[in-house]
């Protein structure tokens, strides 16, 4: 896995501003500035609607801030382009999302095996990393099954394979075990802390107790601004 030194994320005056101008302006990340450290676990917590989404989808080039500045490893994210944010969400930021968002009509090991298709790999090396990275979740014995043959908590890890398939220093899940029940979840949490383990950084949205146990750092946000 690729490493760095120091920060991988920097938030600086981050505002993301909806409508703005307008009688319907929302001010969803008002002033944030944050710095997130290579090996860091950081679980993000807030109500609905306080702007935690927000904060994940700016600093995981999913969306730009209205203004300020975020940094991925020293490089300016905040005036890319679409291609630009693809090129870093494809080489450096793994995700996981409530509800799994994989592929219906695919097995695992083909689901595992898209990101990889993406980035040019050829096929042999990509069905060898695809079934190396299912047996990493536990999921060796179900390669050819689909997303309906699978539990939700199953679904969820070949999420995690297939977040994990271009080696991203950075995984981000947005509520990874909110959709599932306690004993998944604790699955997916411990999947979560081994890959911290190895070295990969990793910031979570929660509500889940468990999870932000085991976070190294915990930060609150309250009406776009971090207040704890």
Same mark, same amino acid.
């Given at each position: ?65 209205? %203004? ?26 793994? @995700?996981? @999302?409530?509800? @799994? ?46 997303? $309906? ?32 029940? $306690? ?13 911290? $383990?190895?070295? %990969? ?15 190294? %750092? ?11």
């Amino acid at each position: 896995m690729r490493t760095t030194n120091g920060k991988i994320i920097e938030c600086k005056n981050v505002w993301k501003i909806y409508n703005e101008g307008t009688a319907a302006e929302v001010r969803a990340l008002q002033g944030i500035n944050l710095e997130i450290f290579e090996k860091d676990f950081v679980a993000i917590q807030g109500v609905s609607g306080s702007g935690k989404s927000t904060l994940l989808h700016c600093i995981g080039c999913l969306d730009t801030p209205t %203004r300020g500045k975020v940094y991925i490893e020293n490089e300016d994210i905040s005036k890319m382009n679409e291609d630009e944010l693809a090129l870093i969400r494809r080489e450096k930021i793994g @995700f996981v @999302f409530q509800f @799994f968002n994989i592929i219906s009509s695919l097995t695992a090991l083909q689901n595992v095996e898209l990101p990889m298709i993406f980035s040019g790999l050829d096929g042999t090396k990509r069905k060898k990393k695809a079934r190396e990275l299912l047996e990493k979740v536990g999921l060796g014995g179900r390669l050819k099954h689909k997303p $309906s043959e699978l539990s939700g908590g199953e679904a969820q890890r070949v999420a995690i394979a297939r977040a994990l398939a271009n080696d991203p220093i950075l995984m981000m899940a947005d509520e990874p075990t909110g959709n599932l029940d $306690s004993s998944s979840g604790k699955e997916v949490i411990n999947i979560f802390n081994t890959l911290n $383990s190895e070295g %990969r950084t990793v910031v979570i949205i929660t509500h889940d107790p468990s999870i932000t146990k085991c976070a190294k %750092r915990k930060i609150k946000i309250k009406d776009g601004k971090i207040v704890g």
